[in-house]
């Protein structure tokens, strides 16, 4: 089955600096990578998702980049906000909409 | 869309006890799910339904876990008898494949045995 690695565990930036969050999947068949965001006490919610015929996708300050040769896909935050910091999970699945397998998770903090 | 609801929103119980957590997913979402959170283990997924049918429950952690969907609108994860170490926040999410990937989490059942 799948496996989804995600470094790193934790991640603290200057507010204003950039994030980069990485993860890597086993199963060469996964074609959606999702990303979603999880702040303290509340649900995932996703923010931003790429498919496999895709190498980048961007949405304002947040970007996601695949490789699927090498089998990772990195979230990328610019100009991060003291509202950015939560815990960022990635996922993959090869059955499009059905069972994700998400990685451990990237806290990350926004220092003023 | 009041989105996937969830309940109870807490629950404490007594180790021994049966435990039952409740979702109702959004109107016209054909996939549910069953994931489980806790600090150690990140979040797993347990079990999934399409249509009101099991398709994977490989995640179910033992026989002390049971999984139904009576109908499009409703769904149970039950916990019996319940142990200290099932103490996670169980969220219910859903989603449609006529749409987007997209999971739609519900709030979240916080369970504490104690």
């Known amino acids: 089955g799948e496996n989804v690695e995600q470094h790193p565990s934790t991640l603290s930036v200057q507010e204003g600096d950039s994030a980069v969050i990485k993860c890597t999947y086993s199963d060469s068949a996964s074609n959606y990578f999702p990303w ?10 996703l923010i931003i998702d790429i ?13 996601v980049t695949l490789n699927k040769t090498a089998k990772h896909f990195s979230l990328h935050i610019t100009e991060t906000q ?6 960022y999970f990635c996922a993959a699945t ?19 | 869309d009041a989105g996937v609801i969830q309940s109870p929103r807490h629950e404490v119980t007594e180790m021994g006890q049966e435990v039952t957590l409740r979702c109702k997913p959004i109107s016209g979402h054909d996939y549910l799910f069953w994931y489980r959170q806790t600090m150690m283990r990140g979040l797993e997924l347990l079990i999934y339904f399409n249509n009101n049918v099991p398709i994977d429950d490989s995640g179910m952690p033992e026989d002390r876990f049971s999984a139904k969907m009576p109908n499009a609108s409703f769904s149970t994860l039950k916990i019996q008898p319940s ?8 969220f219910c999410a859903s989603s449609t ?18």
């Open chain 2, 97 to 114: 494949l006529r749409e987007t990937g997209e999971l739609f989490f519900g709030e979240g059942s916080r369970l504490t045995v104690l």
């Open chain 1, 94 to 112: 090869s059955n499009y909409g059905q069972n994700f397998v998400f990685g451990p998770g990237t806290r990350l903090s926004v220092l003023p």
């Open chain 1, 51 to 63: 498919r496999s015929n895709v190498g980048e996708k961007k949405d304002q300050r947040i970007a």
């Open chain 1, 82 to 87: 003291p509202e950015d910091s939560a815990v």
């Open chain 2, 83 to 90: 142990e200290p170490r099932d103490s996670a926040v169980y």
């Open chain 1, 36 to 45: 979603y965001k999880q702040e303290l006490g509340k649900r995932p919610q």
